[in-house]
Nanobody, 123 residues
Framework: QVQLAESGGGLVQAGGSLRLSCAAS????????MGWFRQYPGKEREFVAA????????YYLDSVNGRFTISRDNVKNTVYLQMDSLKPEDTAVYYC????????????????WGQGTQVTVSS
């Protein structure tokens, strides 16, 4: 059973940066492509970014492309999301999970969701 723990969120002014971490424990996630998702209050989670199993390829939501960078350290069993030039509309709770690389959708069944990390961007 894999447990995912997101961290690194916080309050930042528009234009600032944050680096989110997703630490996996219990089992390696090196066999999975991994993705970051975010959820606005009362909304479904939406895809933000994904990275292939060995980290050679990545894919982004159009609105974050060029501002966010996903990376992974398979030795540390951790996935990162570097968020630069943050905007108020990036305010959300951010989660990570495994994804199917061909479709960039969460695997079925999903790994156990973590509690997420709150990102708040003030204008």
């Amino acid at each position: 059973q894999v447990q995912l723990a997101e961290s690194g969120g916080g309050l930042v002014q528009a234009g600032g940066s944050l680096r989110l971490s997703c630490a996996a424990s219990g089992r390696t996630v090196t066999n999975y492509a991994m993705g970051w998702f975010r959820q606005y209050p009362g909304k479904e989670r939406e895809f933000v970014a994904a990275i292939s199993r060995v980290g050679g390829s990545s894919y982004y939501l159009d609105s974050v492309n060029g501002r966010f960078t996903i990376s992974r350290d398979n030795v540390k069993n951790t996935v990162y999301l570097q968020m630069d030039s943050l905007k108020p509309e990036d305010t959300a709770v951010y989660y990570c999970n495994a994804v199917e690389w061909e479709t960039i959708v969460v695997v079925t069944p999903p790994l156990s969701w973590g509690q997420g990390t709150q990102v708040t961007v003030s204008s």
